[in-house]
C-alpha cells in the first residue's frame, strides 16, 4: 500500500537515529556517554507523584473536558499573570497531550496549504515536520553563529512572502540555549504586526536560564502583540515530567477553540491523572524548579569550561534550557572527516560518546550536547571528545 505523500515528505530524525545506535552498543555491553538526551535527568518531585497518586485513588481516572480540566486551566492562568503579567481566560487556554501536540494542533488549525511558516535555524527537528504534515512549507531564516543564533528584524523582514502566516519564536532555544532580550522581541514583533502574522512563541524552556536576563513573553509587550501571539509551554523542562504529557497553547480564543474541538477528535483529552499532576506542580512552590536549575547552572559552566579548551571547537555560551550547540567544523577537517554527521559518528564508534549531529537542526557545523545528565559523566564525556580530536 502506498503511504500518503505527507509521511513520504518527512524527514528521519537524527535524534532518534544517534540514540537507537548508542543504545545498541550499550546493548553490546559497551560504556556509551550517552549526550543526546532532550529530557531533564531529575525524576518528577515527589510532591507532583503524590498529586497523581491521590487523584487516581479519588477517582479521578474517566474522561475530561478536551481542553483540559478548569481547575488546571486557572492555574496555568495564574501562572502567566505572576510570571509574565498575562492575562488569560478560560477560553484562550487549551491543554493538550504535551507541548509538542500544542504546536501540532496548532499548524492544523491556521495552515491552509501553501501557507508559509519562518523557521528561525537552528531549530528544533519537529518545527518544519509539523508545518508539512499541516501541508504549509517551511521557510528558513539562518540565525547566525556570531548574532549569537538569533533572527535579525532584517532577516526576518528578508523572508516575508505574500504566502507568510506564521513566525516560531524559541526562547530560551532548543537546540542553541540562546534567549532574545525585550527590545529584540519588540522589534521583531513590529515586523510581525506590519505584515499581520501570527507569532508563534514557544516557551518550554522558560524555567531554565542562567543568566541575570529575565524571560520575556514577546505577548506581554503590548495589546497588539498579545492578540497576535499563541504562547506554547508546559510541565515537560520545568517539572522533569517529560513522559506525563501536559502541556498547553494560550492566545485567540477563535484558535483556542478550534485547537479544543480538533483535540476532541484526536486525543478526546490528555490524560487524567496526568493533569492533576500538572495541577499540583502549577500549585507549589518551585523549591524542586530552582533546585534542578541550580544543577544545570553548575553543569554548564563546568562542561563549556572544559569544552572550549579543545582545540578546534568554538562555542556561543548559552543562556537557558540544557544545551551546548558548539561549532566543530575546524575539528572534523583537521581530523580528516569530510563532514560533521562522519565526526559524530567516528566520535560514537571510537570514544562511545553519543552527541546529535546538527543537521538535523538546519546547521550542519554543530553539535547539540544536552547537560541533563551527571557532572562525572560530563567530565568524563569532555575528557574522551579531547582524546579523539588530539588522536586524529
Known amino acids: 500500500m502506498k503511504l500518503a505523500n505527507r509521511v513520504q515528505a518527512l524527514t528521519p530524525s537524527s535524534t532518534l537515529a544517534i540514540t537507537a545506535k548508542a543504545k545498541a552498543l550499550k546493548a553490546d555491553g559497551h560504556d556509551v556517554i550517552g549526550l543526546g538526551a532532550g529530557e531533564p535527568d531529575f525524576n518528577t518531585p515527589e510532591y507532583i507523584l503524590d498529586a497523581a497518586s491521590y487523584a487516581m485513588k479519588q477517582g479521578l481516572t474517566k474522561y475530561t473536558p478536551s481542553g483540559g480540566i478548569p481547575d488546571l486551566k486557572q492555574a496555568i492562568s495564574e501562572k502567566f499573570s505572576k510570571d509574565q503579567n498575562l492575562n488569560y481566560k478560560d477560553t484562550q487556554i487549551v491543554v493538550t497531550t504535551g507541548a509538542k501536540h500544542a504546536l501540532f494542533t496548532l499548524f492544523q488549525v491556521v495552515l491552509n496549504p501553501g501557507d508559509e511558516v519562518i523557521v528561525p535555524t537552528p531549530y528544533w527537528v519537529s518545527y518544519p515536520e509539523q508545518v508539512k504534515l499541516a501541508e504549509g512549507k517551511p521557510v528558513f531564516a539562518e540565525a547566525k553563529e556570531e548574532n549569537g543564533f538569533k533572527i535579525t528584524p532584517d532577516q526576518l523582514e528578508a523572508a516575508i512572502t505574500p504566502k507568510t502566516k506564521a513566525v516560531i519564536i524559541n526562547s530560551p532555544s532548543n537546540p542553541t540555549g540562546m534567549m532574545y532580550s525585550k527590545e529584540e522581541l519588540q522589534e521583531l514583533g513590529e515586523i510581525c504586526l506590519k505584515h499581520d502574522l501570527l507569532i508563534v512563541s514557544d516557551e518550554i524552556y522558560e524555567k531554565l536560564i542562567y543568566s541575570e ?3 520575556v513573553s514577546i505577548a506581554s509587550l503590548s495589546d497588539d502583540l498579545y492578540k ?4 506554547i509551554n508546559g510541565v515537560s523542562k520545568s517539572h522533569s515530567m517529560t513522559g506525563w504529557r501536559i502541556g498547553y497553547a494560550a492566545g485567540d480564543p477563535e484558535i483556542i477553540k478550534a485547537m479544543t474541538s480538533m483535540a476532541s477528535h484526536s486525543t478526546s483529552n490528555p490524560t487524567s491523572i496526568a493533569q492533576y499532576a500538572a495541577l499540583a506542580a502549577y500549585t507549589t512552590d518551585e523549591h524542586e524548579v530552582n533546585k534542578m536549575k541550580e544543577a544545570f547552572r553548575e553543569r554548564l559552566e563546568k562542561l563549556y569550561e572544559w569544552l572550549v579548551e579543545i582545540p578546534g571547537i568554538e562555542c556561543v555560551k ?11 567544523k575546524k575539528a572534523s577537517e583537521k581530523n580528516g572527516f569530510e563532514s560533521v554527521d562522519a565526526w559524530v559518528e567516528a566520535l560514537l564508534e571510537e570514544e562511545k560518546v553519543a552527541v546529535v549531529p546538527g543537521s538535523g537542526f538546519g546547521s550542519p557545523d554543530n553539535i547539540r550536547l544536552s547537560y541533563a545528565t551527571s557532572l562525572d559523566q560530563l567530565e568524563e564525556a569532555a575528557k574522551r571528545i579531547k582524546r579523539f580530536v588530539e588522536n586524529h
Open 213 to 215: 536576563e529575565k524571560h
Open 228 to 231: 497576535q501571539t499563541v504562547v
Open 318 to 328: 548559552p543562556k537557558g534550557a540544557f544545551y551546548l550547540f558548539p561549532n566543530v
